[in-house]
């Protein structure tokens, strides 16, 4: 058996080029003791990847020249070593970007692939879940009857915060997106009040006709003109929770920044970053009451599927362009 991963050859300046990373042929590495060897059937590839292929001082490491990346993947164990995992059993792990993986136990955690499908745990029942999840209720401070906007709103995060916002009594839900298609399921299947495509106008304006009384919170995943825009519609006490930019990630210089903060003296606005891994103390909060609205169907999903590791790249470039809807996973 043979094994292939996709290893960072050099750090892309600007938009990542293919020649930057190579799929390289390696063996299946050996289980030791206290170890399991997984077979990867899903890989996650996000936005914040882009960051790690940086060497820029930031929350994780930066990605070794090299070597194998890594990223959130689901898997079935192959061989254990290791007490309270079996062969047979599904597992959520961080050694994605490759067909096998051998890990300490310790990084493995298992998942039921009968509960729910095993890509589900890379998103709406995941990391883009939880993310979405305090996010929202946590940092954005979400109080019944807010007016919430959120960018990024057909993606894997924010077509969760949309949802959530509803199904916690939002008054008016805006999302904005990239395309017409995904405007029209914001508002036909995720039952946000009105949406927006950013590419067909300026958001400040288009913002300002879908929420003419302002709005109350905004959960970023843009940055930009978006950010922007949406301090200059904000209410009093408003809140802004920065989840993502993904405007700037392939950015060679630091993009300005908005021009009309002073809004948030007279709003006593509060713009705020946050990390989803300071935030696990909410998983049993998330989970339960997450996983029954995704089993009744109150809170939808979607997932764009690329098949096959050797298109992983092509899928991680493909979440920059906005080639996904809902939460992009590669299936093995
Ligand atoms: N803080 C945290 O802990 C945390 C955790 C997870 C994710 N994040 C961040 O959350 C955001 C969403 O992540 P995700 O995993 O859910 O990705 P995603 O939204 O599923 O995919 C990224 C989307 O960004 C949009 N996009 C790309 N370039 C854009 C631009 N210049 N302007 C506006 N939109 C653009 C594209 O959709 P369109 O077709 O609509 O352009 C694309 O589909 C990212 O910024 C990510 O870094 C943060």
Redesign the pocket.
């Known amino acids: 058996m043979s094994n292939r991963e996709w290893h960072l050859l050099s750090r892309p300046v600007g938009w990542p080029k293919p020649e930057d990373f190579a799929l390289v042929e390696t063996e299946v590495p050996t289980p030791g003791d206290g170890q399991v060897l997984v077979r990867n059937t899903h890989l996650s590839v ?3 990847m ?2 790690r292929m940086s060497a820029a001082k930031s929350y994780a490491a930066p990605y070794e020249l090299g070597k194998v990346m890594q990223g959130g993947a689901v898997g079935e164990v192959l061989a254990s070593n290791a007490e309270g995992i079996s062969a047979g059993d599904h597992v959520l792990h961080f050694f994605g970007w490759r067909e096998y993986a051998v890990m300490d136990a310790k990084h493995a955690v298992k998942v039921d692939p009968e509960a729910a499908p095993p890509s589900t745990y890379l998103g709406v029942l995941g ?2 879940g939880l ?2 999840y ?2 929202l209720l946590r940092t954005a401070s979400f109080k019944e009857g807010d007016v919430v906007f959120v ?9 969760q915060v949309g949802q959530i916002a509803k199904l916690k009594g939002a008054s008016r839900v805006i999302g ?4 017409d298609e ?1 405007v029209e399921l914001l508002v036909d299947e995720y039952g946000f009040d009105a949406a927006f ?3 067909n106008g300026p958001v400040s304006e288009q913002l300002r006709a879908a929420a003419p009384d302002g709005i109350d919170v905004y959960f ?7 950010l922007e825009a949406a301090v200059g519609s904000l209410n009093l006490r408003g809140r802004i929770a ?8 392939n950015n060679t210089e630091p993009a300005p920044g908005p021009r009309n903060l002073a809004r948030l003296i007279q709003t006593r606005g509060r713009i705020e ?7 696990y103390d909410l998983q049993p909060q998330f989970v339960s009451e997450v996983v029954p609205w995704v089993a009744s169907g109150a809170l939808k999903y979607r997932e764009t599927v690329v098949d096959g590791i050797e298109n992983t790249l092509e899928a991680f470039l ?11 996973i590669v299936k093995l």
């Open positions: 996000d936005p914040y882009r960051g990391m883009t993310t979405a305090a996010g960018s990024g709103a057909a993606g894997a995060v924010g077509s904005s997106a990239g395309s995904k495509n950013y590419k970023d995943n843009v940055g930009g003109e978006h920065i989840c993502g930019m993904i405007s700037v990630y970053g946050f990390l989803v891994g300071d935030h493909g979440v920059l362009r906005g080639d996904n809807t809902g939460k992009m």
